[in-house]
Nanobody
Framework: QVQLVESGGGLVQPGGSLRLSCAAS????????MGWYRQAPGKQRELVATITLGGATNYASSVKGRFTISRDNAKNTVYLQMNSLKPEDTAVYYC????????????WGRGTQVTVSS
């Protein structure tokens, strides 16, 4: 079974920082673009950031300049560095692996909770 395992969520104050991690199998990490999505209470899941095999990144306008996605090939891990956190960033954050091929499944982690509150 393909697994994506997120970690690093928690409770932080507004303006604080967190770094989320997503560990993947080597076969997935070496062949898939990776991404982070989030789902807030009462809202649908939305794209946060993506990173391709070549390292190109894309961000939602709401997080651009505050969040940074990166990948460590040696550790088969993708990260989301989250700075200047706001209460509206509160959500469950999900790791995603997408080969961008309609014949290949998209994989999801189980999510990690991020809560931004004073």
């Amino acid at each position: 079974q393909v697994q994506l395992v997120e970690s690093g969520g928690g409770l932080v104050q507004p303006g604080g920082s967190l770094r989320l991690s997503c560990a993947a199998s080597r076969s997935i990490f070496s062949n898939y673009a990776m991404g982070w999505y989030r789902q807030a209470p009462g809202k649908q899941r939305e794209l946060v950031a993506t990173i391709t095999l070549g390292g190109a990144t894309n961000y939602a306008s709401s997080v651009k300049g505050r969040f940074t996605i990166s990948r460590d090939n040696a550790k088969n891990t993708v990260y989301l560095q989250m700075n200047s956190l706001k209460p509206e960033d509160t959500a469950v954050y999900y790791c995603n692996a997408d080969r961008q091929n309609p014949m290949t499944p998209v994989y999801w982690g189980r999510g990690t909770q991020v809560t931004v509150s004073s």
